[in-house]
Each structure stands twice: as C-alpha cells, then as structure tokens.
Nanobody, 131 residues
Framework: QVQLVQSGGGSVQSGGSLRLSCKVSGFTYSTYCMAWFRQAPGKEREEREGVATIDYFARTMYANSVKGRFAISQESAKSTLFLQMNTLQPEDTAMYYC??????????????????????WGQGTQVTVSS
C-alpha cells in the first residue's frame, strides 16, 4: 500500500522560509515522478497547480512562479521528499500536496502538470504567508 505522509508547513511572514516533508512508503516502481502541487484558497482540486518535480534521475523542474526560490529534493530514491521554500510571498499561500506517479515526469514542466495523472497523494499541509 502506497502512503505519502506530509509534515511541515505553517505560517510565516513575507520573505520567510519553510520546509515541507513527504515520507513515501510502499511505492515500488523503479521509474517515477514525484511532485509538489498547491491549491490556492477558493480553488477546486482540479485546479491544483504544479510547483516542482523530481524524477528517478533526480532531475528537477520548477514552475516559473517559484523558480529560484523553492528547491525540491529527496533523501534517497523513493523515500522522503522535501520542498524548501525561501523568500515566501503572500501569493504562495495555499494547501501544499506531494504526489507520486510511475514513469517519467512530463517534459513541459510543472506549469503544465496534470494533477489527474498522479494517483498517490499526501494529505496536504497548509502554508500561510502574511504581508
């Protein structure tokens, strides 16, 4: 049984930093794409936007809105996933979710990530940035 358990998040002032974690267990595919999504207040699940991805070769990609500020990493293959978020802005306020799917990450990058392609999700963690 695949499980993704998230931790981290919270409230911070503009310019601050937070780190999210996502412990993955039970995922057995040798090729995979791990991702962070976020769902802004008032948005539906289908409107979750991709933030960052990392694949089985540890190749990373970022949405334009977070490039240079956020960093995705993994402790080891298919283990704990992290999202280091620096220089946070109020527009980063959202519920953040980790997700994983078999095979490659979409080549177009997180700005075009289809959340419905990911079958396994964490429970979500709130990030609130005040100005």
């Amino acid at each position: 049984q695949v499980q993704l358990v998230q931790s981290g998040g919270g409230s911070v002032q503009s310019g601050g930093s937070l780190r999210l974690s996502c412990k993955v267990s039970g995922f057995t595919y040798s090729t995979y794409c791990m991702a962070w999504f976020r769902q802004a207040p008032g948005k539906e699940r289908e409107e979750r936007e991709g933030v960052a991805t990392i694949d089985y070769f540890a190749r990373t990609m970022y949405a334009n809105s977070v490039k240079g500020r956020f960093a995705i990493s993994q402790e080891s293959a298919k283990s704990t996933l992290f999202l280091q978020m620096n220089t946070l802005q109020p527009e980063d306020t959202a519920m953040y979710y980790c997700a994983v799917k078999p095979f490659d990450c979409p080549s177009r990058g997180p700005d075009f990530l289809d959340s419905t392609a990911f079958g396994y999700w964490g429970q979500g963690t709130q990030v609130t940035v005040s100005s």
